[in-house]
């Protein structure tokens, strides 16, 4: 069983630049990959970006060039910097981890963090 807990969401105006957090309660095959997903109202939950264990990573279209994903395995924590923020970026931004990744499949990811709220204002 892993515990994931989120942090650092908050409300930014556009242009702005917020970096969230996740801490992973173990280290174990179920945290290979780590990834962040987001759910804006009434939209379904996608993928933001995963990293792997050795560091590879992820994005979807809509964010690359602005956010980066990174993790520090030693401390099984998950960041993830946004840079030059958007209105539609405005979601819950959660963090997950599985056995192996994909940013296209989340049934990949055993476990999931209650998430953090990330609001941006135009």
């Known amino acids: 069983q892993v515990q994931l807990v989120e942090s650092g969401g908050g409300s930014v105006q556009a242009g702005g630049s917020r970096r969230p957090s996740c801490a992973a309660s173990?280290?174990?095959?179920?945290?290979?990959?780590m990834g962040w997903f987001r759910q804006a109202p009434g939209k379904e939950r996608e993928g933001v970006a995963t990293?792997?264990?050795?560091?590879?990573?992820t994005y979807a279209d809509s964010v690359k060039g602005r956010f980066t994903i990174s993790r520090d395995n030693a401390k099984n924590t998950l960041h993830l910097q946004m840079n030059s923020l958007k209105p539609e970026d405005t979601a819950i931004y959660y963090c997950?981890?599985?056995?192996?990744?994909?940013?296209?499949?989340?049934?990949?990811?055993?476990?999931w963090g209650q998430g953090t709220q990330v609001t941006v204002s135009s």
């Open positions: 990293i792997n264990r050795p560091g590879t990573t």
């Open positions: 997950a981890t599985g056995g192996y990744c994909s940013i296209w499949n989340q049934r990949a990811f055993n476990y």
């Open positions: 173990t280290h174990t095959y179920s945290t290979y990959c």
